[in-house]
């Protein structure tokens, strides 16, 4: 069995028009759903074996602070600039590309390509993986080479309670 998990960053901050769009820090409300996630992931147990996440400031500041929640040392997150902007086939080369050793796996990353590639297995598309939300993808396959929608055996979403 194989899970994926496709968290997209929290909701980010265009405060700061000198920033690069890489450089954008999250927002209060990022950096209230971030601990918020965090505690629901913790109470339902989820720590994977390894986290990959953009290298992007605000996919970094959602990875780590959950990271250190659900009890995944963040000096162990995989960095990775192909992440940033890549499209739901990038993504998917990403994860189909691991070593199998790990049986869970969080990727931390953008829209488009992140709601794209959960609409690719889900039965039922979402038309946003909002901020701070995440889909989780279980597959009936011993390597990820083999993961497609006939081996998906369950699939749930969890998405904030925004409040502006």
Known sequence: MKTLYILRHAKSSWKDPSLSDHQRPLNKRG???????????KAR???????????ARRALDTAVPIARMIGVDPTTIRHQPALYHATQA???????????????????????????LANRFLSQTISNLPTAGIVELQFDVDAWQAID???LVHSSEDFPKNKP
């Open 90 to 116: 990038q993504i998917l080369k990403l994860v189909k590309g691991l070593d199998d050793r790990f049986r869970q796996v969080m990727v931390v990353g953008h829209n488009p390509g992140l709601t794209d």
């Open 31 to 41: 950096k209230r759903n971030v601990p918020d996630m965090g505690a629901r992931l």
């Open 45 to 55: 147990r989820i720590k994977p074996d390894l986290i990959i996440s953009s290298d």
């Open 149 to 151: 929608s006939i081996h």
